[in-house]
């Protein structure tokens, strides 16, 4: 397995470094030097409140001092929150550019099954995946497209899926603020769905039960709403129809009213007397019926709360969020606006572990690492996708129906800390990859010097973290490098391989960082 | 779908089948989660008892043709020939005896032959899933979580680690990958590591010690559970620290290419060159180092044979390739225990079996029925236990060699023998699941 095997076909042009003036100092590392950018005067981070600080932190992939003056200039967290409410507003330079780096993610699925490397274009849509969420200014938008496609989920290496898996996540872009009686339509009908849970060899004749039954357990109602073994075979009978010729050259989504179920179906109060050979309406109608469905909004709730809130949502929070759901018409905005309204969400800053995947977004974007259009498979934005999945979070590479999970104590294992330790210290010494990436000087963290270590490591917490460390983060950092909270720290310590590596790399090992 | 090559949705994938497995196993790296009781058990000293037992499951990912690996001999191999006129086993080739004669074993595990000899060494035919399942994918899924019907998605070996309060990350750890397989996920603590030497905290240029005390103190004033949780990481890496230190010495001396090293006691050049030379030396050193691993996983991939299995010349061909290596470095591990070896056994897992009659292409698409291989401590070897369903056209299931009892009785069977704690609760960690005897173990 090379690493150069999953870069893209077409290289892109290589990015010309900004002229501007060379960085203060060399860069002490004796590994290859990471272009860095011109630092000459750090800008003044702006700080948000703990409120907006919040807002921010839950709904995008980490602060950065670009994000803090956007929250700032939107008139604070909960303004900010509503703005990215609408992301087709908001110019997004960065996401736009990034849109263009992997050519083979504007494939057809028929060109993706022909192209013999249809795992290859997986990986693509990892990095374009992660690459958006580290640099797009639509950061809800993609921590929304998150949420949805692990709910609805469909693995990035199913073999049977993955040639209409980009199909897939398109669909999911589009629907991820509208409305999820839109979004369950379109995601069970979907070709991807429908292979990588067999709906797409299901027959009247021999009806496979998978899509039928993850529909109600994973995708709606939930396993305790009450269904039986017969609204399984019902429901799976309902789906019939929804085919994919993958063994013919077209490789064509259709609908085959010949191999579709007819005859009264009844779930869990739906009842369809699905006549039509055509199913697709009485369909139509079960699903805009499930999604409506108490139990749906009940969970679909919870889960959001889970998520956005913390593990353990009280009742009340739930079913305030599951009514603005019911009553809103299964509006996404409207269910999401009544949860971060309710006065729980402001008392949960900080009650969520990062996944991995968080994580690393959320370490790139401290760092200020500003990762640029890949040539191979060294650069950056390709060679990420070993340093991300190693940490255990690849973007929908969970392999089973159910999607990642979303509660702390799954991310919290010990494999994944001492991972995510030696994560951020590759990212905050400059050690790899390095290759068509910015970085920012190591200098630039600093104040002038020479200034008390205390102060020193307040001044890069504010920058890095987007806030002050605490007194026991700020001990803990002086132990690392050898240092009294009290001592004056000169520029030739400073200038110390480790120094500037130790603080960062602790700080990013810090509480306030491993959970937002 | 009528198409093979389209139903199991792996056109050609000889290159990248490997990896494709390997993330198709992936349960998220290091995703296991703090420990089912909470915190309290960890405030107290650890003591891993000494000298305790240790089951390594080694995962033949991609289906490994059991057909292949142990062949019936007689009238049976007759009938597998009519299917697989080519490509089967020749009988003369066949080593190993079994009770009435009935199989023998490929001619490359000749290797592990002493071990068969002296019972050490034996197979289970005819074991499977309780229904067929053809996907790679789901059947991997289905195998390790082994409680079918349940949502939960814990596996088994993380229910099993989870009965016991005295575990900590390092009882259950998978070696080769910091992605835990989804035997290993659920709620109790599980380790994942590529190699032991990685079973430490990144250095920031201070001295471990002060390392891991600026940690502590960064992270003193967090009860959640992720803070619990790095406090036993650090508690962890700690207890491991001398084996980590050792490990990460350079592996062979004075160059790469020489002979081990002495101070290192992961010895890899004892180990032929291959997938399983990194993982199978790293697990032996973690097991000889007595701190208390019970379980350790272990992929072996690369099984997934639809074309190219193998010719009239058993001694060539993908499966030999395969087998060759698989026999040669377990003998390597044994060896390499030493003294250990007492308390180790081995167990294969294959998502399925192959199917019976081959394709156009010299292999075998996906099928059903399939060999469990068993070595070392407890084993009752020498022998091919289980119950032969027969080859004859109207005996398999849907082309496949069928299923006759369930893989789960099996590894009950070696949890039984190995684990005489677990007995009485088998509903914890088989929910719903009434075994059969194999009579596998001793």
Not at chain 1, 199 to 226: F, M, Q, W, Y
Not at chain 1, 336 to 345: C, G, I, K, Q, T
Not at chain 2, 122 to 129: I, R
Request: hydrophobic share 40%; with cysteine; net charge neutral.
């Amino acid at each position: 397995m090379s690493e150069t095997t999953l870069r893209p076909r077409s290289k892109g042009k290589p990015v010309p470094e900004p002229a501007g003036e060379p960085t203060a100092r060399p860069s002490r590392a004796s590994a290859e030097k990471p272009s860095t950018a011109p630092v000459t005067v750090a800008p003044k981070p702006v700080l948000l409140g703990a409120g907006s600080r919040h807002f921010a932190r839950r709904f995008s992939g980490g602060l950065t001092p670009g994000l803090a003056t956007s929250v700032s200039k939107a008139g604070g967290g909960r303004a900010w929150f509503e703005k990215q409410l609408c992301p087709g507003r908001i110019s997004d330079p960065s996401g736009k550019a990034i849109d263009t780096w992997y050519p083979r993610l504007k494939q057809t699925p028929q060109q993706i099954f022909n192209g013999e490397v249809p795992w290859e274009v997986m990986g693509d849509l990892s990095r374009w995946t992660m690459a958006r969420r580290i640099h797009s200014s639509r950061q809800l938008q993609e921590v929304m497209v998150d949420f949805w496609s692990n709910l609805l989920h469909v693995p990035l290496m199913d073999d049977t899926a993955y040639f209409y898996r980009v199909s897939y996540d398109r669909m999911i872009r589009t629907h991820a603020l509208s409305s999820f009686e839109q979004l369950l339509l379109h995601a069970t009908t979907h070709p991807a769905m429908g292979l990588s849970l067999d709906n797409a060899i299901s027959t009247k004749d021999s009806p496979n039960e998978n899509l039928g039954r993850e529909l109600l357990e994973l995708h709606t109602v939930g396993v305790d709403a009450g269904y039986t073994e017969k609204d399984v075979k019902q429901s799976a009978r309902m789906l019939t129809g929804y085919r994919v010729d993958v063994w013919w050259p077209e490789f064509r989504a259709f609908y085959d009213p010949t191999v579709h179920s007819r005859g009264r179906v009844t779930v869990m109060g739906f009842t369809s007397a699905n006549l039509a050979a055509d199913g697709r309406a009485a369909t139509k109608a079960y699903l805009k019926y499930l999604a409506h469905h108490p139990a749906t909004a009940q969970r679909l709730a919870r889960r959001l709360c889970v998520k956005f809130v913390s593990d353990h949502p009280s009742p009340g929070l739930v079913s305030t969020v599951a009514r603005a759901y019911r009553t809103h018409n299964t509006s996404i905005k409207a269910t999401l606006r009544a949860m971060v309204d309710h006065p729980e969400f402001a008392k949960s800053a900080g009650k969520k572990v990062r996944t991995p995947a968080e994580d690393y977004v959320a370490t790139v974007r401290a760092l200020g690492i500003k990762v640029l259009r890949p040539v191979d498979g060294n650069s950056f934005a390709n060679a990420m996708y070993w340093q991300y999945r190693e940490l255990g979070q690849a973007p929908y590479e969970w392999p089973a129906p159910d999607g990642f999970p979303q509660d702390n104590q799954s991310w919290s294992g010990a494999g994944r800390i001492l991972t995510s330790f030696a994560t951020h210290r590759n990212l905050a010494a400059q050690w790899w990859p390095t290759h068509e990436a910015r970085f920012r000087s190591q200098d630039s963290w600093l104040p002038t010097l020479p200034a008390s270590v205390d102060s020193v490591i307040d001044h890069v917490g504010r920058q890095l973290l987007g806030q002050p460390p605490g007194p026991s983060v700020k001990r803990g950092v002086a132990q690392v490098i050898g240092r009294t909270l009290n001592h004056r720290l000169t520029q030739s310590e400073a200038d110390q391989y480790w120094t500037v590596i130790g603080i960062v790399s602790s700080l990013l090992d810090s509480p306030s960082h491993l959970s937002r | 779908m009528t198409n093979d090559t389209a139903a199991c949705g792996c056109p050609e994938f000889s290159l990248n089948r490997r990896r494709f497995l390997a993330i198709a196993a992936a349960g998220g790296a290091g995703l296991a989660g703090a420990s089912l009781f909470g915190d309290a058990f960890r405030q107290v000293t650890y003591g891993a008892p000494a000298g305790g037992n240790v089951l390594v499951v080694l995962s033949l990912r991609g289906g490994a043709d059991g057909l292949s690996m142990v062949v019936p001999r007689g009238a049976q191999h007759d009938l597998l020939g009519g299917y697989r006129n080519g490509i089967v086993v020749p009988e003369g080739s066949l080593v190993g005896t079994s009770t009435g004669n009935a199989f023998g074993l490929h001619p490359a595990l000749a290797p592990l032959l002493p071990m068969w000899q002296a019972g050490t060494f034996g197979a289970v035919h005819a074991v499977g899933l309780p229904a067929p399942n053809r996907s790679h994918f789901d059947a991997m899924e289905v195998i390790e979580d082994a409680d079918p019907g349940s949502s939960a998605r814990v596996g088994w070996i993380n229910r099993m680690i989870g009965l016991d309060p005295a575990a900590t990350p390092e009882t259950s750890m998978q070696l080769g990958s910091t992605l835990l397989p989804t035997s290993q996920v659920g709620p109790a603590a599980a380790l994942g590591a590529d190699q032991v030497a990685d079973l430490q905290i990144a250095g920031l240029g201070s001295s471990a010690a002060k390392r891991r005390a600026s940690l502590r103190t960064m992270w003193s004033g967090d009860k959640s559970a992720l803070g619990n949780q790095v406090r036993s990481t650090i508690d962890a890496t700690l207890r491991l620290d001398d084996l980590v230190q050792a490990a990460a010495l350079p592996t062979q001396d004075p160059d790469p290419g020489g002979p081990d090293n002495p101070l290192n006691p992961v010895n890899v050049s004892s180990y032929p060159k291959g997938q399983l030379q990194g993982v199978l030396a790293n697990t032996s050193a973690l097991i000889r180092a007595d701190l208390g691993v019970k379980v350790i996983t272990i992929d072996y991939g690369d099984w997934d044979m639809h074309t190219g299995l193998g010719s009239t010349d058993p001694s060539t061909g993908w499966m030999f390739d395969q087998l060759d290596h698989l026999a040669k470095s377990l003998t390597a591990f044994f060896s390499d225990l030493g003294a250990d070896a007492s308390r180790v056994t081995v167990a294969t897992l294959s998502e399925f079996g192959r199917r019976v009659e081959q394709n156009g292409d010299h292999g075998v698409d996906h099928g059903y029925g399939n060999a469990m291989l068993l070595l070392g401590a407890g084993v009752n070897g020498g022998d091919v236990h289980g119950v032969w369903p027969g080859l004859a056209r109207a005996e398999l299931t849907d082309g496949d060699l069928a299923v006759t009892r369930d893989y789960r009785s099996v590894l009950w069977e070696v949890l039984l023998n190995r684990f005489p704690e677990v007995s009485g609760k088998r509903a914890r960690i088989f929910p719903g699941f009434v075994p059969e005897t194999i009579g596998a173990m001793a």
